[in-house]
């Protein structure tokens, strides 16, 4: 995981910002500041892998606060002016985003910057699976996963993220066609083509939707949708 922090005097790009990076699994949003001096008082005790720094910012640029630094972590510069572009690699940036940033822009140059200087921080796929869990290596951990204890599995570019019952998600490096095969097949069944269900845990299902909480709703797509509406008519009271 590569630790983040995003500075920005604009209210509304720094919200933004901060979106893109908590969006982006292989990101970990740390903090985020609307101020240069802000940061570098955070920065004074703690260190981070990257940053997204905007270069127009009042009492001190960005370009400045970078160069202020004795030993800074990668930067991307965001800024309205794409002129300013070359001051910022003058300090070693990694890339700049000129605004509006879309998220396409900002996953381009985040995968751009991950393989260029960040490529172990990979996590790599499940190395052991039986009938009861299996073994996830994430973020340099090899993490045991119960079955029984998934509520579904959502894909997410080339990783999926595995959500637990009463537990953070666990990432891992690899596409939801690869977790799929390790799973018992009783149990789980893909319903669109970014997320698998825990059978066992499905306990509402509203307008093609499995709702597993007020804020959770799986979509079943119509690809997935005969084989899931097999599965409720073996189960379904008559």
């Given at each position: 995981?590569?630790?983040?922090?995003?500075?920005?005097?604009?209210?509304l790009a720094l919200k933004q910002m901060a979106a893109y990076v908590e969006k982006t699994p292989?990101?970990?949003?740390?903090?985020?500041?609307?101020?240069?001096?802000?940061?570098?008082?955070?920065?004074?005790?703690?260190?981070?892998?990257?940053?997204?720094v905007d270069i127009n910012m009042p009492d001190l640029s960005g370009i400045e606060f970078v160069e202020s630094l004795s030993n800074p972590a990668k930067v991307i510069f965001t800024t309205a002016y794409r002129e300013y572009a070359f001051e910022g690699f003058k300090v070693d940036a990694a890339d700049y985003l000129v605004k509006p940033i879309g998220y396409a822009d900002f996953l381009k140059s985040v995968d751009k910057?991950?393989?260029?200087?960040?490529?172990?921080?990979?996590?790599?796929?499940?190395i052991e699976n039986n009938e009861q869990y299996l073994f996830i290596k994430s973020e340099y951990k090899i993490v045991r996963i119960n079955y029984n204890d998934i509520q579904y599995i959502e894909g997410m570019r080339d990783y999926v993220r595995i959500h637990l019952l009463n537990q953070k998600p666990v990432m891992a490096l690899m596409s939801i066609k690869k977790m799929q095969e390790h799973l018992p097949t009783a149990d789980f069944m893909r319903v669109h083509r970014s997320y698998i269900v825990n059978l066992t845990k499905v306990t509402t299902i509203e307008r093609s939707r499995i709702i597993f909480d007020d804020k959770v709703y799986v979509p079943v797509s119509d690809q997935y949708k005969e084989e899931f509406q097999q599965f409720l008519d073996e189960k379904f009271l008559k």
């Open positions: 995981m590569i630790s983040c922090i995003a500075i920005d005097d604009e209210p292989y990101l970990n949003l740390v903090e985020s500041f609307s101020s240069a001096l802000k940061a570098l008082e955070f920065l004074q005790d703690n260190t981070v892998d990257l940053m997204f910057t991950r393989e260029r200087y960040f490529s172990d921080n990979k996590v790599v796929e499940t």
